[in-house]
């Protein structure tokens, strides 16, 4: 096993360890910018094994049941239409579904199921459901708006929510019927996307604009609209659905809003500096950008992958702060998390 380098954070804040653990399971984190995916220990921070992916890895799914994990290949110059199958147990690549015409897979998440995983395709500004057992598409659900780029699907699965970037809209869907329900303009550059744990609410991050929507599922509404920090980019519930976590890539901070009462209530700063190495990287604005937003079921962690930084922090969601860092390879994007415990190489739940 490769133990990758683990960071202390301030005096009488320790590194990954029994008395401080983070969460039970694995971490897989994609590194965006050289075609992997890793797994990492998520109790101790240590890396157990990096897989080749196709090029461009953005987000991650992993199954129910934690045994199967799914990456969306975007590409690079050439637009990707695959994804990487990867066995958590045996810690291994066991295939790759050929998305055909559906090109810049993107946004990802899997039904409860365990069979399919609903894809978005930013070239095709379509939605494609995938049978990963099957390897093929089986449902494509379009849209007429602009980078169709972050999905969610309601607790119940019934709808789905894409967000569209070049639009500033949310598409919504019916699952079941596979047919569209409405469009809901949000606000410029509408990228990161969560449902309430309750499934009433959606949240939305506009990057262009700075803002947060909360968008009324039944209602296709916008109920509120929340200032934000820069470039927010990526949103995610708490399990308890009390708080939402907003990464805002260009002012480097993770914004924390009270969901009940849709306000924010502070910010965490990253603080880490950027990696010397900025070769290639999609963002230029310096500092270390966190994107990806994870937080696992037990709900007392965030990892927060700081892409130019390449690493992933950890928040204390008690305490709102930074409990420690540990490092990734090149550009962390998305992340996805498994209720085993590969670690040790066992594959307890």
């Known amino acids: 096993m490769r133990t990758g380098r683990i960071w202390a954070i301030a005096t009488g804040i320790a590194a990954f360890g029994a008395s401080h653990a983070a969460a039970d399971g694995t971490l897989v984190v994609l590194n965006k910018s050289v075609a992997s995916a890793t797994l990492f220990d998520a109790d ?4 157990i094994v990096t897989l080749p992916t196709g090029e461009g890895p953005h987000e991650a799914a992993v199954s129910p049941d934690g045994t199967t994990a799914v990456v969306a290949n975007y590409g690079a110059q050439t637009p990707g239409n695959t994804l990487t199958v990867i066995d958590l147990p045996s810690r291994a690549v066991t295939g790759t579904i050929d998305l055909g015409e559906h090109r810049r897979p993107h946004g990802i998440e899997y039904f409860d199921d365990g069979r399919r995983v609903a894809v978005t395709t930013e070239q095709n500004n379509t939605l494609v459901i995938v049978d990963v057992i099957q390897r093929a598409v089986v449902t494509v659900l379009e849209h007429d708006q602009s980078v169709g780029h972050m999905v969610v699907l309601t607790p119940d699965e019934s709808r789905a929510f894409v967000s569209n970037i070049g639009s500033g809209t949310v598409v919504a869907f019916d699952v079941a019927a596979g047919a569209g329900l409405g469009t809901i303009y949000t606000g410029g550059g509408a990228e990161g996307i969560d449902v309430s744990p309750d499934g009433r609410e959606v949240w939305v991050t506009n990057r262009a604009a700075d803002t947060v929507s909360v968008i009324d599922v039944e209602t296709l509404k916008v109920v509120k609209t929340l200032a934000c920090g820069l470039f927010p980019i990526r949103a995610k519930f708490t399990p308890d659905g009390g708080r939402v976590l ?10 924390v809003f009270d969901a009940k009462a849709k306000r924010e209530i502070g910010r965490v700063p990253m603080t880490a500096r950027a990696s010397d190495d900025q070769d290639g990287r999609m963002f230029t604005v310096g500092g270390p950008v966190p994107i990806g937003i994870l937080i696992p079921p037990k709900g007392d962690v965030a990892y927060v ?12 969601l008690q305490k709102l702060e930074i409990r420690t860092r540990f490092e990734t390879l090149k550009a962390p994007d998305g992340m996805a998390w498994s209720s085993l415990d590969l670690g040790d190489g066992g594959a307890s739940p």
């Open 44 to 47: 101790s921070g240590e890396q």
């Open 246 to 255: 907003v990464s805002c890539a260009n002012s480097g901070e993770v914004a």
């Open 305 to 316: 992958a700081n892409t130019n930084a390449d690493i992933v922090t950890v928040i204390d």
